[in-house]
């Protein structure tokens, strides 16, 4: 399991990461070759591994790892890092979605021609996500392809969860109390969290 580390000290830069040690086999360099293979390049979406065919669920389990890659690279001081996008195709990632996996009923598909499940609808959602948002708290970048309306919220690949859930959860076990007495208040929940966050001098990093 991996480990959340939270630090709130003062004037310091603090970060909500999640630690691989063990990382990715101790070569991310092969990782990060062996994860950018598995985006098809004429589907755009991702298979789950050689000589399989593309799967709408795989557009979360390959594309979300991709971020976790970006950190490890970022923290082994890549240069060669992009500052806007991710290490993958996310225009085509979101071409296959959009394009191939809706179900005219509603609800998101494996493929052409599948039927519709919850399981699907769920990890392509979340794969659409990674791929039209870049970055942390600090520094974050769009990529929408379409109509505004096809903007989804941001899910942070490690957890598949959205940022301000995230924020929410880690507050209430690390001062229950505060986070208590400030959601008696007729504020949002994002203005909350950004007001908590200021507090205590804190800085989220995913």
């Known amino acids: ?32 070759r062996w994860v950018v293979s598995r985006q098809m390049r004429f589907e755009g979406g991702f298979q789950g591994r050689c000589n399989k065919l593309v799967d709408g669920c795989y557009s979360f389990w ?19 890092l992009s500052e806007q996008r991710w290490m993958f195709e996310q225009q085509a990632l ?33 794969g659409l996500s990674i791929a039209q948002h870049f970055g942390n708290l600090l520094s974050h970048h769009e990529l929408i392809l379409g109509k505004e309306d096809n903007r989804l919220v941001r899910r942070l690949g490690s957890f598949n969860m959205c940022v301000e859930f995230l924020v929410t959860s880690i507050i209430v076990q690390l ?7 400030k959601t008696s208040t007729s504020n949002s929940k994002l203005t909350i969290h950004v007001f908590l966050i200021k507090k205590f001098k804190c800085s989220v990093q995913f």
């Open 1 to 32: 399991m991996p480990k959340v580390y939270v630090c709130a000290k003062k004037e310091s830069k603090c970060t909500l990461l999640t630690e691989h040690t063990e990382g990715f086999g101790g070569d991310t360099v092969l990782d990060y």
């Open 62 to 80: 390959q594309a979300g790892l991709l971020p976790l890659l970006h950190r490890a690279f970022c923290k082994e001081g890549s240069s060669a």
């Open 94 to 126: 979101q071409e296959y979605i959009l394009l191939c996996c809706q179900n005219p009923s509603g609800g998101l598909v494996d493929k052409p021609g599948k039927a519709r499940d919850f399981y699907h609808t769920c990890y392509c959602l979340s």
């Open 175 to 181: 001062c229950p109390s505060v986070y208590r007495i």
